[in-house]
């Protein structure tokens, strides 16, 4: 890995083994981004790159002969009205009224290791040679301000990151009316843009177009969320790139609120990335000595299809974004009460619930939504964090306590940033409440969103919980937050600051998180957004692991965490068993299959098992030994590799191998059953060729079935069906694992599915 700057042609190159990256100092002083992608041989002069040359009704941007124009130039943080006609990276509002400045070069600062960016979140490095920083100061005359452009490079991962910030030295005010984080533009047009979008339940489903000319994008304005919607997430990649094999560039932002992220292609064959925090409802003014610093973005290249771009996200989120004690820990396998009981509970309930957990394997019981305040349904008490005496009379430390005492652990639900009107919070505080003084208040699920961007209600909620925490035995915490923003106005700060508000509310929510995760290290914090509306690389720094969605139905499941699974690590996607027929589709899937999806994730329970038959608890307490001694793999050691995707027809496949290759568990689901079907050829990967390996299938079954079926699904020895064999890793990944259809639309009903273990014997 390198920074070298070379100073007669003014190129700085940025490279480690697989990416290189090639910045330039124009004439006119400002940055051309000249490459991009899979790494160059290193050579004095990259500056042959720069294209130029004269065209009709071009704004040329250096004194005459010279030609060059911003329009035609792709740059690193472009800014309009200097003659690029496209949307800039940032805009800068000074006193005069105008909008137009230069940036120009002034320093460089090549750096070891990487900054942090707190109270913003970022991805770090624990040894300062895993990476390098470049910092690019550039300078506006007329305002007084710099602009620092900061890239950083790893030395094992394809990953580039990006930041930007201002440093205002200028006495006049200025307003920066948009400063995203980061542009990057690309030699021609030919890709297709990626991205994960859906709503509320099908969440980050994987969509793909082709790029056409002109603007195209994603974005969220809910204030309080990255969003189900959309997540800031978004990758070009050739046409012919599928999960194995081609380019992809990935885009990753790396905050939890409003972010814009779009691609603009130009008639003249320019592909432009732009992400950032959205300019609208953004405004923050500078006045002297002040700095404004823009969150992260994760820049992922792989020519090795989408499965090398998610490994590494995966690997370097999980390792140099998450922290903490739970960061390379296994997850405990939890059972939460809310979709067996809702609102609708009492300590017997509980702690009866609990039991039959601890019976059959779960590590920790997790108390969701309705123990606190008046909370018997969602109209009232959220902002009242004190126990609910009628329902829990000996308190969350009670409860806590007893619920220790089986040998479980204690979790809790929250959601700090919301209030109802009926509660003794809003009562006292009504002014606490985001919304504009004499206008409607918008509602959402009967709650209001707090001003986080007020220190004081920050303080005040704080203070309320770390005291329930303080005086219970609580292991995990799992932080929701269910509505988006509206009307977004802060009453604790002026008329010229209320651009602020929304990017200082998320700053708010970092401020609390990082309060509760210094006083309580060893809890571990689960994010939740009406389930899966705040899936992102920022919440990941703070809260290891995310809900990832209120749809627990095994079939949909499938679609919604192969989609999650494009960025965000295993381990940090929540997943559960639920309840047949589901209470969100109504849909009955095998208790086999449930599992066999949620293997692929954080792992528990959010049923009352006492509520199952005998063998039904048989199986769980199977599933919970599989999990305890999968989960290592799946979770912490292992490469994800998504086989076959569910967006493309009726059957998923995904699989995780270990590092030394040694192990791997894969998984096919297939969504309806076929009659009179083809066989399967389950073809894996990432495992070593030459390596022999024994594949055992798992007998799971949900209804009784005759010993010949329980024993294969497909390989034959001679003519014994058998459900253990061996194979070399060429056969596993190139022929692949034969399954018969017919047998496998006998193993349950609609929704099947199958899970093989394989190890590696010689
Ligand atoms: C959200 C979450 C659920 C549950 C409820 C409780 O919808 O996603 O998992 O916690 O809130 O109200």
Redesign the pocket.
């Known amino acids: 890995m390198a920074i070298v700057f070379h100073e007669a042609s003014k190129v700085f190159h940025l490279y480690n083994q697989d990416i290189s990256y090639l910045i330039r100092i124009m004439e006119n002083g400002q940055l051309e981004n000249l490459y991009y992608g899979k790494a160059l041989r290193d050579r004095d002069d990259f500056s042959y790159m720069h294209e130029e040359a004269m065209r009709s009704q071009m704004s040329i941007n250096v004194p005459e002969p010279g030609l060059l124009s911003m329009q035609y130039t792709r740059q690193e943080y472009p800014s309009y009205g200097t003659g690029d006609y496209r949307s800039p990276a940032f805009t800068v509002l000074q006193e005069n009224g105008s909008r137009i400045v230069n940036y120009e070069y002034t320093a460089y600062e090549i750096l070891k290791g990487k900054k942090s960016l707190e109270p913003l979140p970022a991805t770090y490095v624990e040894d300062e040679e895993e990476a390098a920083t470049l910092e690019v100061t550039l300078h506006d005359q007329v305002t007084d301000t710099d602009l620092i452009l900061s890239y950083t490079i790893y030395e094992h991962y394809p990953v580039i990151t990006r930041n930007s910030r201002f440093v205002h030295k200028g006495s006049e005010k200025i307003v920066l009316e948009r400063a995203l984080s980061a542009s990057v533009e690309f030699i021609d047009t030919d890709y297709e843009l990626m991205h994960l979008s859906g709503a509320w339940s099908r969440e980050r489903y994987v969509k793909s177009q082709k790029l056409e000319t002109g603007i195209q994008g994603i974005q969220s304005l809910n204030g309080t969320c990255s969003g189900a919607e959309f997540n800031p997430f978004l990758a070009l990649k050739r046409p012919h790139t599928t999960e194995y094999q081609g380019e992809v560039y990935g885009f990753n932002f790396v905050y939890s609120g409003n972010f814009l992220a779009q691609a603009e292609t130009s008639t003249f064959g320019m592909t432009r990335i732009l992400m950032g925090i959205h300019p609208e409802c953004f405004s923050w003014e500078l006045k002297q000595g002040e700095t404004f610093q823009t969150p992260e973005v994760v820049m992922v290249y792989s020519d090795q299809g989408l499965n090398k771009m998610s490994q590494v996200y995966h690997r370097l989120y999980r390792t140099r974004l998450m922290r903490g004690r739970w960061r390379d820990q296994a997850r405990p396998i939890l059972l939460?009460n809310?979709?067996a009981t809702?609102?609708d509970f009492d300590e017997e309930k509980i702690l009866n619930i609990a039991k039959k957990a601890k019976e059959v394997g779960v590590e920790l019981f997790v108390l969701?939504?309705?123990w606190f305040g008046a909370r018997n349904d969602?109209h009232r008490g959220l902002g009242d964090w004190y126990v609910n005496l009628d329902k829990l009379p000996d308190g969350i430390s009670g409860l806590s306590r007893k619920i220790e005492e089986m040998g479980l652990k204690f979790g809790l639900?929250v959601?700090l940033e919301m209030a109802n009107k009926d509660s003794d919070l809003y009562r006292a505080h009504p002014d606490w409440l985001i919304s504009v003084p004499d206008r409607f208040e918008s509602h959402a699920?009967h709650q209001y969103v707090l001003d986080f961007s007020r220190k004081e209600v920050v303080d005040h909620i704080h203070e309320m919980v770390a005291k329930v925490i303080r005086e219970s035995s609580i292991s995990y915490i799992?932080w929701?937050m269910?509505r988006y923003m509206t009307e977004p106005y802060s009453k604790g700060t002026s008329a010229s600051e209320q651009g602020k508000v929304m990017h200082k509310y998320i700053l708010g929510v970092y401020d609390l998180y990082t309060r509760l995760i210094n006083e309580f290290p060893d809890i571990l914090f689960e994010s939740?957004?009406?389930?899966?509306a705040r899936f992102d690389a920022g919440m990941l720094y703070f809260a290891p692991q995310t809900?990832t969605?209120?749809d627990t139905d095994a079939n949909e499941r499938t679609k919604i965490q192969y989609g999650t699974s494009m960025v965000y690590p295993i381990v940090s996607m929540g997943s559960h068993v639920s309840a047949v027929p589901n209470h969100q589709l109504h849909r009955e899937t095998s208790l086999a299959t449930r599992a066999n999806v949620a293997y692929f994730g954080t792992f528990g329970y959010?049923l009352d098992l006492n509520l199952l038959a005998d063998k039904e608890i048989e199986q769980v307490k199977e599933q919970i030994k599989f999990m305890k001694e999968y989960r290592e793999l799946i979770q912490i050691d292992g490469d994800f590799y998504r086989l076959k995707s569910p967006f493309e027809g009726n059957e998923t496949a995904w699989m995780v191998v270990s590092q030394d290759k040694k192990n791997a568990v894969a998984g096919y689901y297939q969504s309806l059953n076929q009659v009179n079907g083809t066989w399967i050829r389950l073809k894996l990967d990432g495992l070593c060729p030459d390596a022999l390996y024994e594949i055992t299938y798992d007998t799971t079954f949900d209804t009784p079935v005759d010993p010949e079926m329980m024993a294969v699904y497909g390989v034959k020895i001679g003519s014994d069906p058998v459900k253990t064999y061996q194979a070399y890793g060429t056969e596993l990944m190139y022929a692949g694992i034969p399954i018969n259809r017919d047998l496998l639309n006998r193993k349950s009903m609609d929704f099947s599915s199958l899970l093989f273990m394989i190890t590696q014997v010689g």
Request: net charge negative; hydrophobic share 20%.
């Open positions: 939460n809310w979709e809702y609102f969701d939504d309705g969602d639900w959601e699920r799992k929701d269910n939740c957004a009406s389930g899966g809900w969605s209120d959010e």
